[in-house]
């Protein structure tokens, strides 16, 4: 157990949950983001003094990343690091000197001076170490995706219905301000009704890191091969898809694409190109495309209403009632009479006018100042909720309260995302398998 | 050089008619602030466009104006009725 000390509470995650309008609409909120529920002021206030021990399995970019928001956390302490590749190894010790080194994560887990982990480590390692983490009794923190398989994923699933352990996977946009301010107005009917999301992520960087030798390319550039990486899938896609879910309150029943190595011929296995249709039983539909050869459409998260659009990536959203911004009064009916007047075009027999894209006015869904994530940085954006959902995972090891749905929202992405890796190489529309549906899916 | 003469009249005429597109043009914006529900402040930011609009109005009804008279003087002249012949003045037949 944790030893007691008198020290302040921090106040970063209680504040986080008031700004999100807990105090005015509690029920409503707790509702539609049941994850929150053990965030309430009034249960962070129980853990006031404690530390969560926490111990870290891969202390390479994104290790240290966590680390950077570890370090300031009053009910957290770094106790021990584990990594085969001593160079992270290393760097992490820097940041954290007290903590213990290890090189067998196995090893590592048999101290009874750890209540959690952190693992950030290559996908394929994902299922392994987490299912070891619970057996050992810890509870346990995992970067994104659950899992490289579709196996892996339902094991690990199967093994969090009945451990007693708190068991977090880091999709970070579940305690985004923005996305949790954004998603409160879309279910409130802001925008109307879904009837489509369009997600993209493009970035213009070949994904490699430098390698010190040719024995550890597959090691280093891990993302870069099948035995151990799903590709654009599995490392960008699957906070998308996530959202996409969150909006709808429903799993995609189908989904067809294409994936292609356009740009980086290297000897890598993953796609560099990819496209894809996600399909909804009710027909409404997520495209989504990523390529790492062009960043100029950036990132984007557009949930698409009858209403209006939804962009969370940004926080910004636009209405269909706006789409004159910018224009007077007497220009839009100088524009009305100018359409009647030129609208027929008669060399092409019938009336035709293109729609060319409308601007609209902006609204934002937080006012003031916040961070939007570009989606061009390979560790990790600043306050894109991966510090406080951190921070809400080392308050459960001190509460030992599991954390409603994460799990579930990581599981169900986790699937789309492999079922659209299939669906590219085979080439074929694939339907959700039976055997992989669970009872929090709604089709 | 033949003088042009430019009677007060003519200009009350035409300052009138200015006005009068002028009118037009305002109460375009207002129809459009009303319609768009735009800001009532538009009655004075938009001026620019009721000054414009007035222009060309104003133009137009000079140009319709002016094809109308030479279409008259036209017609007048040719025109097979005796009565509407301009006679010779006493002087001019001396």
């Given at each position: 157990?944790?030893?007691?000390?008198?020290?302040?509470?921090?106040?970063?995650?209680?504040?986080?949950?008031?700004?999100?309008?807990?105090?005015?609409?509690?029920?409503?909120?707790?509702?539609?983001?049941?994850?929150?529920?053990?965030?309430?002021?009034?249960?962070?206030?129980?853990?006031?003094?404690?530390?969560?021990?926490?111990?870290?399995?891969?202390?390479?970019?994104?290790?240290?990343?966590?680390?950077?928001?570890?370090?300031?956390?009053?009910?957290?302490?770094?106790?021990?690091?584990?990594?085969?590749?001593?160079?992270?190894?290393?760097?992490?010790?820097?940041?954290?000197?007290?903590?213990?080194?290890?090189?067998?994560?196995?090893?590592?887990?048999?101290?009874?001076?750890?209540?959690?982990?952190?693992?950030?480590?290559?996908?394929?390692?994902?299922?392994?170490?987490?299912?070891?983490?619970?057996?050992?009794?810890?509870?346990?923190?995992?970067?994104?995706?659950?899992?490289?398989?579709?196996?892996?994923?339902?094991?690990?699933?199967?093994?969090?219905?009945?451990?007693?352990?708190?068991?977090?996977?880091?999709?970070?946009?579940?305690?985004?301000?923005?996305?949790?301010?954004?998603?409160?107005?879309?279910?409130?009917?802001?925008?109307?009704?879904?009837?489509?999301?369009?997600?993209?992520?493009?970035?213009?960087?070949?994904?490699?890191?430098?390698?010190?030798?040719?024995?550890?390319?597959?090691?280093?550039?891990?993302?870069?091969?099948?035995?151990?990486?799903?590709?654009?899938?599995?490392?960008?896609?699957?906070?998308?898809?996530?959202?996409?879910?969150?909006?709808?309150?429903?799993?995609?029943?189908?989904?067809?694409?294409?994936?292609?190595?356009?740009?980086?011929?290297?000897?890598?296995?993953?796609?560099?190109?990819?496209?894809?249709?996600?399909?909804?039983?009710?027909?409404?539909?997520?495209?989504?495309?990523?390529?790492?050869?062009?960043?100029?459409?950036?990132?984007?998260?557009?949930?698409?209403?009858?209403?209006?659009?939804?962009?969370?990536?940004?926080?910004?959203?636009?209405?269909?009632?706006?789409?004159?911004?910018?224009?007077?009064?007497?220009?839009?009916l100088l524009n009305q009479i100018g359409s009647k007047v030129f609208a027929?075009?008669?060399?092409?027999?019938?009336?035709?006018?293109?729609?060319?894209?409308?601007?609209?006015?902006?609204?934002?869904?937080?006012?003031?100042?916040?961070?939007?994530?570009?989606?061009?940085?390979?560790?990790?954006?600043?306050?894109?909720?991966?510090?406080?959902?951190?921070?809400?995972?080392?308050?459960?090891?001190?509460?030992?309260?599991?954390?409603?749905?994460?799990?579930?929202?990581?599981?169900?992405?986790?699937?789309?995302?492999?079922?659209?890796?299939?669906?590219?190489?085979?080439?074929?529309?694939?339907?959700?398998?039976?055997?992989?549906?669970?009872?929090?899916?709604?089709? | 050089?033949?003088?042009?003469?430019?009677?007060?009249?003519?200009?009350?005429?035409?300052?009138?008619?200015?006005?009068?597109?002028?009118?037009?043009?305002?109460?375009?914006?207002?129809?459009?602030?009303?319609?768009?529900?735009?800001?009532?402040?538009?009655?004075?930011?938009?001026?620019?466009?009721?000054?414009?609009?007035?222009?060309?109005?104003?133009?137009?009804?000079?140009?319709?104006?002016?094809?109308?008279?030479?279409?008259?003087?036209?017609?007048?002249?040719?025109?097979?009725?005796?009565?509407?012949?301009?006679?010779?003045?006493?002087?001019?037949?001396?």
């Amino acid at each position: 157990m944790s030893k007691k000390k008198v020290k302040k509470v921090d106040l970063g995650l209680r504040q986080f949950i008031k700004d999100l309008g807990y105090v005015t609409g509690g029920a409503a909120m707790l509702g539609a983001m049941p994850w929150l529920q053990s965030f309430t002021p009034e249960k962070i206030s129980e853990i006031k003094g404690e530390k969560a021990r926490i111990a870290l399995i891969g202390t390479g970019s994104r290790g240290q990343y966590h680390i950077h928001n570890l370090l300031p956390m009053n009910h957290a302490e770094v106790v021990a690091l584990c990594d085969i590749y001593s160079p992270n190894l290393e760097e992490a010790g820097k940041l954290c000197p007290q903590a213990k080194q290890y090189n067998d994560y196995r090893k590592m887990l048999e101290s009874p001076d750890i209540d959690g982990v952190v693992i950030s480590t290559p996908l394929n390692w994902h299922a392994p170490m987490v299912l070891d983490a619970l057996s050992a009794g810890k509870h346990v923190f995992c970067e994104k995706s659950m899992a490289l398989t579709m196996n892996q994923c339902k094991a690990i699933y199967d093994a969090y219905r009945y451990t007693d352990k708190v068991l977090y996977f880091c999709m970070q946009r579940m305690f985004d301000e923005k996305y949790l301010k954004g998603m409160q107005m879309i279910h409130s009917g802001l925008i109307g009704d879904l009837i489509g999301a369009r997600c993209h992520w493009f970035r213009n960087h070949d994904w490699r890191r430098p390698v010190p030798s040719s024995k550890l390319e597959r090691q280093i550039n891990w993302r870069l091969y099948r035995d151990s990486s799903g590709g654009l899938m599995t490392e960008l896609a699957t906070h998308q898809l996530e959202v996409c879910n969150w909006a709808a309150k429903h799993i995609p029943q189908s989904v067809v694409g294409m994936g292609d190595i356009v740009r980086w011929k290297d000897g890598r296995e993953v796609y560099d190109s990819v496209s894809l249709t996600y399909r909804y039983n009710n027909g409404v539909k997520i495209t989504y495309e990523s390529l790492i050869a062009n960043k100029f459409n950036g990132m984007e998260d557009q949930i698409l209403g009858h209403k209006g659009t939804m962009n969370l990536a940004t926080g910004i959203y636009f209405l269909e009632e706006d789409d004159n911004v910018g224009n007077s009064g007497i220009e839009q009916l100088l524009n009305q009479i100018g359409s009647k007047v030129f609208a027929s075009v008669p060399a092409a027999g019938s009336s035709w006018r293109p729609e060319t894209k409308k601007e609209y006015k902006p609204h934002y869904v937080i006012e003031g100042d916040y961070n939007i994530n570009d989606g061009l940085s390979m560790i990790g954006a600043v306050k894109d909720g991966s510090d406080e959902i951190l921070s809400a995972f080392c308050q459960a090891c001190i509460t030992g309260e599991k954390g409603k749905d994460i799990v579930e929202e990581a599981y169900c992405a986790t699937m789309l995302c492999l079922l659209g890796n299939q669906a590219m190489d085979e080439k074929r529309v694939v339907d959700f398998p039976e055997e992989y549906k669970i009872p929090y899916m709604k089709f | 050089m033949k003088e042009i003469v430019i009677s007060v009249q003519r200009i009350h005429k035409e300052l009138l008619f200015l006005l009068t597109c002028f009118l037009f043009a305002f109460l375009l914006n207002v129809i459009a602030v009303i319609t768009y529900r735009t800001p009532w402040i538009e009655i004075i930011t938009q001026i620019g466009y009721v000054l414009a609009i007035t222009l060309v109005v104003y133009c137009f009804i000079f140009l319709v104006r002016g094809i109308l008279f030479f279409a008259k003087r036209f017609l007048r002249k040719h025109s097979s009725n005796p009565v509407n012949r301009k006679l010779p003045t006493i002087k001019q037949m001396q």
